[in-house]
């Protein structure tokens, strides 16, 4: 067996827990916490300047906030929380030693330093480029170091999780195959490592350009490369998110995969396409050629697509096998209706899944149509796009479980458990109500980044439907709201972290509730036998929602002036 | 690459036990899978994207 | 569980249930759809980009614009010149902090070669309320072929941030019966 680790027996999965991986687990969490709190922060100044009627920032600290917004929880809340996801998926669920925990405590340092030093730069407003921070437009050089240092130090993880992985299957730690969460989780490090190393490619030189070792960046190659930065990063949360999708069906559940070999190549066709989409920003840039922005923003004829399609089916289905085999077999949705709503673990969970699809998903691939995207670039349709993807479907994730996660790993109870309960109805509401009204502003015209749609300082003068101001009114409200359910979340985790109840060692936790373990659950999985009508039914409304979208889309093109 | 030997050790000593298809043993190697995950985006996006910007022609 | 090693050593060759095989066959065709929807869009529909472009410096590309605007000038509006090119000419956009320069006057139902640059930093051309978008950038001048089939008075938005004047910049084409 393997060499001694300092490691206790968790009551409730019998797996040992690395203490140094668990340390690790947490300190990433914790610091993930913490810029989700700040980044929410400005987010929410961001939603009331753009309210009309509240206006609430002027342009100059508008701008920086959207910036350190963009940075805090675009890369940074994620960043951290996906490297707390790595080590968890691999050392603790492979029933190892992490490799390397000074390396790993070594990239915590850098990634902790390299976000603090580009918050303070951007803060201190000689930064206000935006988290894109295209060129020649520039920002001051701790600006771009930060975000370097932060991207080392995120490489480092990915290595210790490939490390680990090494480990564990030199020490035999498990049998056969990594689980699917696993898997799920080495997909992210995949794409992880391509993001970091592109980020690296293009933010070193504009380094160098800002201290003035480098006289010229080309402003379209630098977004072609930051982009395969940029919006990868935001691939790794969907992998990510996925895994945690697999992990509290899982853990809520029971629930076995439908087919390991389905969800597994749907996985595989992420790892090989999903990062082509970095093309979406590159849609109405001169001088590229249709085919590569068909070919790349296509995913080579929508693979990647097909991947997260499956995943739309797996996933519920999986739930829905479960429960049925639990004996909630009445009519088409019994087990979605007597699915326990009131764990916040599961609540959150679903509706990321559902809101990933049907906003998230849907307008991103009709976005990120070559054409269509003429009539959205840069509106206010994009963020209400990401919103949906990474707000909605990631963020909301990571919240599910992460309660979860404090018994487990924090050894605590959660406190205010009503809050806890109500919180992701809350946070997911507010959200899907920020990215549909966003899209709607978009779709009216309303620019992105912009502080007064009044154009009230402008020479000529130019008017927005009123329409736009109502929607944009209820992005503000809507925003609040998410607002609230991001303070409940740090509320209840922070609590809990700090004052919960301390589980003794062998104590398993008793919230949230998961149902015993059932001989039946284990064994419904066979592809004969299997019964999944109510799933059956949700993705076929999920398909003629999106086939209907995307062709109302085409309509709306054709309106426009012809251009060749 | 490490770890592409391992597959022979995986072949369990039971001879009648079947040997693991080619494919999982793909999807069960997840150095390989780093390279292809990185190929694929770098030649199709990034180097066939700058190739393209490369070509964009001088105006007079 | 999705949390444990398959329970299965070979795991590749369980079968797959219907309802999977069914979903996944409908997904892989409906992606054969839009990724062909959008190649026939090239053929049939009228909305396409030419990705025609050059290299060009910016004081290169100001000295086209300023040429068109010599000799197609037609008036002034707010300090702006504003330019009546003929149909079918090579029509120039300047985009600059903050500003959108000339304001065009086009005739209805006529082709345009429209130029957009940028002299320094990076914009977004947004007509409004056609809801048409493309990004300028520096140094490099895009040409895309436009045929204005509304007439009316139409505002040009900057929808990429360019610094504190962002919000201040907007332009204007008058598209003329």
Redesign the interface.
Known sequence: MSKLFDYRTCPT?GLRVDRAAEKLIKANAVAAVVFLAIGGFFGLTVALTRWPAVHFLP??WF?LALTAHGFDVLLVWIIFFEMAVLYFASAI?LNSRLAGPKWAWAGFALMLSGALITNVVVLQGQS???FTS?V??MAEPPFYLGIILFAVGALIGCGVF?GT??IA?REKT????????T?GA??AA??A??TI??GAIILIPTFLWSIGLVGHI????Y???WW?MGH?SQQINVAAHVAVW??I???VF????????????AF?MY???L??A??HH?L???????E?????T?Y????A??GS??HG??VP??IEAAQRARGLTKGMFEWLRKAPWGNPAFAGMFMSLVFFGFIGGISG?VMG???IN??????LYVPGHFHGTVVAGTTLAFMAITYILVPLIFRRELVMKKVARWQPYVFGIGVAGISIFMMGAG???V??????MT?A??????D??SAAYLMMGLNGIFAIMAALGGVMYVVVVVGSVFFGKKLAEDEKPEYPEVPPESAAV?HYGS??T?K?PG??FL?GIF?VA??LY?FVN?KY??E????? | MPDNNNTGEEQSPDPDREQIPLMQRVLDNPFLLLVLGIAMPTVLYIIWGIIEITQIPIAD | MAITPPSERIWWRQPIAKIELIWIVVAFLWGLTMFFMMIYWHGAGEQNLSNEAYKIKPQRFAEHAQKMIDEYQVGEEAGFPVVHPPPGSDVYLIARLWQWWPILELEKDQSYRLHMSSMDWQHGFSLQPININVQVHPGYDMVVTVKPDKAGEFGVVCNEFCGIGHHTMVGKIYVVE
């Open positions: 999965t342009a100059d701008y669920l206000s480029v935006m295209y020649p437009m490939f992985l090494v299957k498990y049998e056969g195959s990594i689980p699917l969460v898997f080495l997909t995949i794409i490592v391509f190393a592109s080309d402003p379209l190659v977004k072609t490369i395969a990868s697999y992990a069906a899982a853990m029971g629930a076995k995969p439908l087919s390991e070999k389905v969800s597994r190549m595989l790892i090989l396409f990062q082509l970095s093309a590159m109405v840039e001169p001088g590229i050629s249709s590569w922005k068909i070919f790349n296509s080579a004829m929508y693979l697509v097909l399609m499956v089916m797996t289905g999986s691939v149509t070559e054409q003429l009539i959205m670039h840069n509106t779709t009216l015209g620019a992105r980044r912009h502080w007064d154009f300082d402008a020479v000529l003068p130019f927005y439907p284990s592809a004969e299997l999944i799933t059956a993705v398909f999106f086939v995307y085409w093109l054709s426009i002036w012809p251009l060749s």
